[in-house]
């Protein structure tokens, strides 16, 4: 963890026209900065960075963020990666807390398995080569399927024996902690009794980047229908699935040299190639790639090729969230491995050289290939061939960073050709699909309901209510906005716009959580003399805060150069603009609180039992008439002054 005080160091020294001007070319326009969007593919350029507020807006797309943002976004980095990369460019010394006690903690038991992981290895690897049962089972096994002795050497394979308990009595006798194993997954506790988890099946360690065993996978020797053929290592600490990729350790050297990752599926097919001498090999365990695996493959290559057996399953395995891999940057290359045959079987029937060339000569580009097989499937069928063109366009729209763009541009070309359609047309729709993708992704940043939100009831009366919520929102945003924006500034002789803005909303209430937090915030740092605005609230601890800031600044007109222009034209000064922006805004959002009130009131009426009560509501509608009548009447001033 980043201490607060360097945080605060390197927000201060923030420069986001010097930062994003690293990655994009930049130019003055008034008071704003103009550039090429290195997020989407654009002609003329609609990225714009404010100095002034701190944040950059494409209108194209409709990206926005912070500087720290645009870095994590640009770079693929978290935010402590982030800090860390403005820390190294301004020279700014990264202080970092203390471990916390749950965090050393952690890493005790991570420290913990690691050993029991080391152990049990050794174990196993020895009742494979020196055990009777070892030798004569499993071993044989191995040889027969052609693994010969220094490969199975590398790779650390081992066998459990048949025996109920074999390893649970190695561990115990070696003082391992048993929850620990069972954590681990090398034991398992049935009808309270402690017993091997792996027994009568072949182990094949899984290393992660420096080596050291996460988990094992273990095959079934004998075929048993009761039985899985393959078992994992369950998640925990250490093991966690989605971010492995099965050698990866033994590979990376020769991924560099060749700089090409070759993807397989199983663990045999991985140990064949290396024994062939192909190293730069890893496996994915047959399911569809994620973004942690990807970037893992991304660190030592940008060229990924897939090699996959020639049945429809494992083809569409491959083809399923391989956009992601375009997201990541990543070339992606499909090889077909002829009919039963796995990349295992095939190496060793064609021998390692004729391997080489097959992959070489067999290479498919994979949006071309989707591209093709997807026209197959939909024939002469001219809505199932729109939907080709949506798919690939959908797929096109997955490159994000600006050294893509000619090679988007390349398959625009080629994809357009290929349908016989209009490559401008095929543009646009690209474009189209990106700014969609990123409209969803903004709106999911703002929306997504804080834990602390409760979930409301499931009937009717709720659900109106949730609408009505919903209705509050663009007013309440809207006086959030003004807040930030003109909140130190004076109002009258005696009070800030904020002092003013907290006085009026008195009687009212925020109903959107996330705003209200916001509210919070805001008179926290207020009245501990920390002079919020929205630049500060940019760099807040709390991502959802700082989402929140950015966007509430990022409203378009605030950022258009007509806007000022406008403005200027108009000939009135500063301050007036700010009071007008700000009575505005809080008046529109109490007419919409009392014509909500005033629903809620109508509603009551109806419902009302006795004439007393409905007396008395029917006073409340007068006090809301006159209250509403007096607001439109100081709009209308304001409006027409
Ligand atoms: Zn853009």
């Not at 982030?82 to 820390?87: G, P, R, S």
């Not at 152990?119 to 399927?145: C, M, P």
């Not at 992660?208 to 988990?215: A, E, P, R, V």
């Not at 690209?430 to 409301?456: D, G, L």
Request: proline share 2%.
């Amino acid at each position: 963890m980043i201490t607060q005080q360097t945080i605060q160091q390197i927000t201060n020294r923030i420069d986001i026209v010097e930062i994003i001007g690293e990655f994009v070319k930049l130019k003055k326009r008034g008071v704003n900065y103009l550039g090429n969007c290195p997020f989407h593919n654009e002609k003329s350029p609609s990225f714009t960075v404010s100095p002034a507020k701190e944040i950059y807006k494409c209108f194209g797309c409709g990206k926005s963020g912070n500087a720290i943002g645009f870095i994590m976004e640009h770079e693929k980095y978290s935010y402590a990666e982030a800090l860390k990369w403005i820390a190294a460019r301004y020279n700014i010394e990264i202080e970092e807390t203390e471990t916390s006690p749950e965090v050393k903690q952690q890493q005790q038991l991570a420290e913990s398995l690691f050993i029991l992981n080391a152990f049990a290895q050794k174990h196993l690897s020895d009742n494979l080569t020196k055990t009777e049962e070892g030798k004569s089972v499993a071993l044989t096994y191995l040889k027969h399927r052609g693994f010969r002795e220094e490969i199975i050497e590398k790779f650390q394979l081992g066998y459990n024996l048949e025996a109920k308990d074999d390893l649970t009595r190695a561990l115990l006798q070696n003082q391992f902690n048993i929850d620990y194993a069972q954590k681990a997954g090398l034991v398992v506790s049935r009808n309270d009794m402690v017993m091997d988890n792996y027994r009568g099946r072949i182990i094949f360690p899984i290393h992660n980047q420096s080596g050291k065993i996460i988990g094992f996978g273990a095959r079934l020797i004998k075929s048993n229908d009761k039985a899985p053929k393959y078992i994992n290592t369950p998640e925990n600490d250490i093991y966690v699935k989605s971010k492995i990729l099965y050698g990866t350790y033994f590979a990376r050297q020769a991924i560099n040299k060749y700089d090409e990752c070759l993807l397989v599926e199983g663990y045999t097919d991985v140990i064949s190639l290396h024994q062939a001498g192909i190293e730069n090999v890893v496996a994915s365990g047959g399911t569809s790639l994620t973004v942690e695996q990807l970037r893992l493959i991304r660190k030592h290559t940008n060229n990924l090729t897939i090699i996959y057996d020639g049945d429809g399953a494992g083809v569409k395995a491959a083809l399923r969230g391989l956009d992601l891999a375009l997201e990541e940057g990543l070339n992606v290359k499909l090889v077909l491995i002829p009919d039963n045959e796995d990349p295992d079987s095939y190496v060793k029937k064609i021998g390692a050289a004729s391997f080489r060339e097959f992959i070489e000569a067999n290479k498919k580009d994979f949006i071309l290939f989707q591209l093709e097989v997807m026209l197959k499937d939909a024939g002469n069928e001219t809505a199932k061939r729109s939907a080709v063109v949506n798919h690939i366009a959908e797929t096109l729209s997955k490159f994000n960073k600006a050294e893509d763009f000619t090679k988007q541009q390349d398959y625009i070309r080629q994809c357009a050709s290929i349908l016989k359609i209009d490559e401008g047309g095929l543009t646009t729709l690209v474009n189209k699909y990106k700014r969609e993708k990123i409209t969803k992704e903004e709106n999911r940043q703002t929306k997504e309901p804080s834990p602390v939100q409760e979930i409301p009831d499931n009937n009717i009366e709720s659900t109106d209510a949730t609408s009505l919520l919903a209705d509050d929102e663009f007013q309440e945003r809207d006086l959030l906005r003004v807040l930030l924006e003109y909140g130190l500034l004076q109002w009258d002789e005696e009070r800030t716009m904020a002092e003013y803005i907290f006085e009026e909303l008195d009687h009212y209430h925020i109903e959107n959580t996330e705003l209200d937090n916001l509210l919070a915030v805001y008179k926290d740092y207020y009245y501990k003399g920390l002079r919020p605005s929205s630049k500060t609230l940019l760099y807040h601890d709390d991502a959802g805060i700082r989402k929140l800031a950015i966007n509430l600044s990022v409203q378009k007109y605030e950022l258009s150069p007509n806007w000022d222009s406008k403005m200027e034209g108009m000939n009135i000064n500063n301050r007036d603009i700010s009071r007008q922006d700000v009575l505005m805004s809080l008046n529109y959002f109490k007419l919409r609180k009392i014509k909500k009130m005033f629903d809620e009131n109508q509603r009551d009426i109806e419902k009302a039992n006795t004439f007393e009560e409905q007396l008395d509501l029917i006073k409340i509608h007068k006090v809301l008439k006159d209250e509403e009548q007096k607001i439109t009447g100081l709009l209308g001033t304001v409006i027409f002054k």
